[in-house]
């Protein structure tokens, strides 16, 4: 299976998306707010899942919510 974005883009090792929605933080307070680029992402073994660096914080992200630049 293929990793694909939100609009059926196929992801690959590297890209970069951006964040369609504000995404809540579990385990934080924080928020992800939507607009919010992620550079040089990296594909997991679930293939609805990327990872990411977000604020200097590694975070796994679902890919329903992020859309390819």
Do not use: A, Y
Not at 2 to 8: I, L, R, W
């Amino acid at each position: 299976m293929q990793t694909k974005d939100s609009n059926g883009n196929i992801l690959n090792e590297g890209d970069s998306v951006t964040v369609i929605k504000d995404l809540k933080v579990k385990g934080s307070s924080s928020v992800i707010k939507r607009g919010t680029t992620v550079k040089n992402i990296r594909l997991t073994v679930n293939e609805k899942e990327i990872e990411g660096k977000v604020e200097k914080t590694v975070m796994v992200l679902k890919t329903e919510f992020l859309k390819k630049v």
